[in-house]
């Protein structure tokens, strides 16, 4: 068992915490990993076909729309996997 400030670490005790920052950080990579490859495939083809920079601006827009859309999907799954507080039956509910 892992141990923080002589304290056990206890995993059931921290486990929404540590999946709504994982959450965060998928979406912030994905949207950051859509931008910025789609921003220096732009770059390398402007550089290849001789263009000042139009498809480095077309491709970043176009990371953008697509790094929006991921995201929004990926926000989407986990709103519906999550479970509503409706669904589950109370203790003393007899």
């Not at 005790?13 to 920052?21: I, L, M």
């Not at 479970?83 to 589950?88: L, R, S």
């Given at each position: ?77 986990v709103i519906r ?14």
């Amino acid at each position: 068992m892992i141990e923080f400030a002589n304290k056990p670490f206890s995993y059931n005790k921290n486990r929404a915490w540590s999946e709504t920052v994982s959450i965060v950080m998928q979406l912030g990579l994905t949207m950051a990993g859509c931008i910025l490859g789609c921003f220096f495939a732009g770059r390398w083809l402007d550089q290849v076909l001789g263009l000042k920079g139009a498809l480095t601006v077309l491709l970043t827009i176009f990371g953008i729309v697509g790094g929006a859309t991921v995201a929004y999907g990926q926000i989407m799954e986990v709103i519906r996997d999550e479970p509503k507080k409706d669904d589950q039956p109370e203790p003393n509910d007899r």
